[in-house]
C-alpha cells in the first residue's frame, strides 16, 4: 500500500521536548515550595528566632534601600517578590474575568508599594508590624488564586504570550520611531527656511551682493596653492557658516585660508549673501553654483544618469513596501548631486595641488593647517579609520556575495569616514581616480553592490589609495552616541555630528549642541527674527 503525500497526512500529535517538561517540573516544584512557606509563615507570623526573616527593629542611618531590598532576609525583598507573583494572577484573573479577585490584588500591589516607597524615603527598613498585614492579606489572595486553578502551566503560557505580544509592540514602535526619525532629520527646520528667504529676497533685491560677489570670484587667492585650501559642498548655509567660522577661528593664520563652497541654485543666494555681510577674519571664500557645471552631465557621469531614473527616485522617495528595509538607505539626501562632488573635486579645482574636504555637519576644534604637510606616503586620500568596531569593515558596506565584489576586496579591510579628508589632487590625477569611481558606479547601475550613498564608492574607488590619520584628527558620532568620553571630544580636531541628531535640529543631543552653536551668529537680526517668530 502506498504512502500518502505528506500533505493528506493526517497531523500527529507533537510531544513537548523533554526540557520544556523540566521546566514545567522546575515551576511546579517552586510554587509549592511557596506555598508551603506562605503558610508555614501564617503559623508562625510572631516575631521569629530563627527563621532567619526577623531584622532588628532599630533604625540604621543612611539605609541604601536597594541592598536593603536585594536582601534575602528584608521584609521588603519578601514583599518586593509577592508582589511580582500577585501581578502575574492580576493579568490572569483579568484574562478569566474574575474582576474582583483581580481588584483585590490590584489593591495589595497598590499598598505594598507605598509602603516600599516610604520606607525609601524615611531611609529606614520596614518592621514586622508594617510588613505582617500586607505579606497575610497577599499569600490569602495569591492562595485564593492558586486555588481557582491558575496553576504554575497556565502561568507559564499567559506570560509567554504577553511577553510575545509586548516584543511585537516594541518592534513595531521602534521601526515606526526610526521613520519619524528619519523623516525629521530630512526636514528643513522653519527657523531655517525663514532665514533662507529673507537671505534670497536680499540676494535679488540688491545689486550691490552681486557685484561684491563677483568680484571675490575672480580673487586671485583662489587659485594659490601657497594657501590652505577647504571645500565645502552644502546646501544649508547656516552649518556652512558654523564649519567655517570654527576652522578660521581656531587657525593660526586665518587670511591664509581659502574656502571653496559649492551649493545649489535654491541656496546660492542665500549662501551668497550670508557670507558677504558676516565676517570670516579675513579668509578668501569663493561660492559657486552646481547648476553651472554644464560639463557635469549625463553624457560624462554615471550618477548623474543614476540620480535621474525615475526607479531610483521611485526608491527613496516612494514609500517602502518592506518593512525590514533600513530607513537611513532610504534617505533621497543620496539623490542630490552634491552629495557626489567630492569625487570630482580636481575637475572642479584643476590648478589646486592639495585640498582638505569638509562635510557641512562638522565643527573644527583645533588648527587644520598641519594636514596639508602631513606625508601621505603617495596616497591620495588622507581620512580616520573606523574599524575600531566590526561594524566598520568593508563587508558590512558592500555586497560580498557578488564575485565582483568578493574577487577584488578583503572583507575584513578598514573603513573609513568621509567628513575631513585630505587629498593629494596630483596623485588624484596620475591614478586616475575619478575613472575609478566611474567604472564603479556603471558596475553598481542596478543598485546590487551596495546602497546608494558615497561611502561604498569611496570604499573602492580609494582601495589601495588611503593613507590612515591618527583617531584625533576626526571624531565621529555626535549625531548618534551620546556616551562620547569627554576627553576624546576635548582632543579632537574635528567633530563630527554624522547620524540623524544634527545639531541645528530640535533631535540633537543636547550635551553636543553648545560646541556647534558657540561658532553660529546669534547677533545677526535674521537669526534672531526668525528664532523667535
Known amino acids: 500500500m502506498r504512502r500518502r503525500a505528506a500533505e493528506y497526512r493526517r497531523p500527529v500529535r507533537r510531544r513537548f521536548s523533554y526540557w520544556i517538561w523540566g521546566l514545567l517540573g522546575l515551576f511546579s516544584i517552586a510554587a509549592l515550595v511557596m506555598f508551603v512557606i506562605h503558610h508555614n509563615h501564617e503559623d508562625r507570623i510572631e516575631p521569629p528566632k530563627s527563621t532567619g526573616i526577623v531584622r532588628e527593629q532599630f533604625p540604621r542611618e543612611g539605609l541604601n534601600f536597594t541592598e536593603e531590598i536585594l536582601s534575602v532576609t528584608s521584609f521588603a525583598r519578601q514583599l518586593s517578590d509577592q508582589m511580582t507573583l500577585a501581578k502575574a494572577y492580576v493579568i490572569i484573573a483579568k484574562e478569566h474575568n474574575n474582576l474582583q479577585l483581580a481588584w483585590d490584588l490590584s489593591s495589595k500591589i497598590r499598598n505594598c508599594q507605598l509602603l516600599l516607597s516610604k520606607a525609601a524615603m524615611r531611609e529606614q527598613p520596614i518592621t514586622l508590624d508594617e510588613a505582617k498585614p500586607l505579606v497575610k492579606g497577599l499569600s490569602s489572595l495569591i492562595y485564593k488564586a492558586q486555588d481557582a486553578h491558575y496553576d504554575i502551566a497556565t502561568t507559564i503560557m499567559t506570560m509567554k504570550s504577553h511577553i510575545q505580544a509586548i516584543e511585537e509592540r516594541a518592534n513595531a514602535a521602534t521601526v515606526q520611531s526610526t521613520a519619524f526619525g528619519q523623516l525629521a532629520a530630512e526636514m528643513l527646520p522653519k527657523n531655517l527656511h525663514c532665514m533662507n528667504i529673507k537671505l534670497t529676497a536680499d540676494w535679488h533685491g540688491n545689486p550691490v551682493l552681486r557685484e561684491i560677489a563677483g568680484e571675490k570670484k575672480n580673487s586671485p587667492r583662489v587659485v594659490d596653492n601657497n594657501l590652505y585650501h577647504f571645500c565645502i559642498f552644502s546646501d544649508n548655509f547656516l552649518a556652512t557658516s558654523a564649519v567655517v567660522n570654527s576652522t578660521v577661528s581656531n587657525a593660526d593664520h586665518p587670511k591664509q585660508l581659502v574656502f571653496h563652497i559649492i551649493t545649489d541654485g535654491i541656496c546660492y543666494g542665500s549662501m551668497q549673501t550670508w557670507f558677504i555681510e558676516n565676517d570670516f577674519k579675513g579668509a578668501a571664500i569663493e561660492i559657486q553654483n552646481i547648476e553651472e557645471f554644464s560639463w557635469l552631465n549625463v553624457s560624462y557621469s554615471p550618477v548623474v544618469k543614476q540620480l535621474l531614473n525615475q526607479e531610483v527616485r521611485a526608491y527613496y522617495f516612494g514609500s517602502s513596501e518592506d518593512p525590514k528595509s533600513d530607513a537611513k538607505f532610504r534617505n533621497p539626501k543620496y539623490l542630490s548631486l552634491l552629495n557626489h562632488l567630492r569625487f570630482y573635486i580636481p575637475e572642479i579645482y584643476p590648478s589646486l595641488e592639495k585640498v582638505v574636504f569638509l562635510d557641512d555637519d562638522i565643527i573644527v576644534q583645533k588648527d587644520l593647517t598641519p594636514l596639508f ?112 568620553d569627554n576627553r576624546l571630544i576635548e582632543s579632537a580636531a574635528v567633530i563630527h555630528y554624522n547620524g540623524n541628531m544634527k545639531p541645528w535640529l530640535k533631535l540633537a543631543i543636547g550635551r553636543y549642541k553648545p560646541l556647534w552653536e558657540r561658532y553660529v551668529n546669534h547677533t545677526h537680526p535674521y537669526v534672531q527674527n526668525c528664532v523667535t517668530s
Open 373 to 484: 604637510s602631513l606625508d601621505l606616503h603617495g596616497n591620495v586620500n588622507g581620512a580616520v579609520e573606523t574599524c575600531l568596531e566590526a561594524f566598520h569593515r568593508y563587508y558590512k558596506y558592500l555586497n560580498f556575495s557578488n564575485p565582483v565584489i568578493s574577487s577584488k576586496f578583503d572583507p575584513q579591510a578598514c573603513g573609513w569616514a568621509f567628513g575631513m579628508n585630505v587629498f593629494d589632487l596630483i596623485t588624484w590625477k596620475k591614478a586616475n581616480v575619478t575613472q575609478r569611481y566611474h567604472y564603479w558606479q556603471e558596475q553598481n547601475n542596478d543598485r546590487n553592490l551596495w546602497k546608494l550613498g558615497t561611502l561604498p564608492p569611496g570604499l573602492l574607488t580609494f582601495y589601495g589609495l588611503t593613507e590612515p590619520l591618527d583617531r584625533r584628527w576626526h571624531v565621529l558620532g555626535l549625531g548618534f552616541d551620546t556616551n562620547i
